[in-house]
């Protein structure tokens, strides 16, 4: 299935996603759960469907760098050089997050954000002109799932809908890469 994105999907998705629900996708790495990552009371469901601790920040995918300046107050210039260079999806961690909702961003005021390079991923962004929220398919502390089958029932039934793209194609089960990068274009690696 990979490549040719199903128009129904897709907007099934987006449906969701506009009435504050949460869906079940494939990413650039593993399948997440996402949402509006501007709409609070979503992000609040993502936390609890997976049972996780709210100090912890999540993810947030865009489509395209040029919307970084939305979200983020000060960018360096690095950024942009690290996202088209880099050859494995790479969240960066920046300071100063702002437009999103609180509760998605981290108690110091960072936000990890990926540029998405996946077919489905590009499209449903491209669409739904927001950013949306990326953490791992599984319930905290539990292993990630490398591939759809692999995700709990728990997680499958706590979502309101399953994107079909992509279900039956196995990942690498790898995250990806977090680097935290500050104003002054200082960076350090969280995970590689």
């Known amino acids: 299935m990979s490549g040719f994105v199903d128009r129904e999907d897709l907007n099934k998705a987006l449906e969701t996603l506009k009435n504050g629900g949460l869906i079940l996708y494939p990413t650039d790495t593993i399948w997440g759960i996402g949402c509006d990552a501007t709409n609070p ?26 919307q970084l300046a939305s979200y ?35 108690e110091d005021g960072s936000i990890g954000i990926r540029i998405v390079k996946h077919p489905f991923c590009e499209q449903l962004l491209q669409r739904f002109r927001k950013p949306i929220i990326s953490t791992s398919a599984n319930i905290s502390g539990e292993p990630t799932a490398k591939d759809f ?15 079909a793209y992509d279900r039956d194609v196995a990942t690498d089960g790898k995250s990806s890469t977090i680097m935290k990068l500050d104003p002054s274009g200082k960076f350090e690696f969280i995970r590689k």
């Open 41 to 66: 009371d979503a992000v609040e469901k993502v936390f609890q469907l997976k049972g996780r601790d709210k100090s912890k920040s999540l993810i947030v995918l865009l489509h395209n760098d040029n």
């Open 149 to 163: 089958d692999e995700i709990s029932d728990a997680i499958k039934e706590g979502v309101d809908y399953i994107v």
């Open 72 to 106: 983020v107050n000060e960018i360096p210039e690095v950024a942009y050089q690290l996202i088209e260079y880099t050859e494995k999806p790479l969240t960066i961690v920046y300071s100063n997050a702002k437009n999103l909702a609180s509760n998605a961003i981290a």
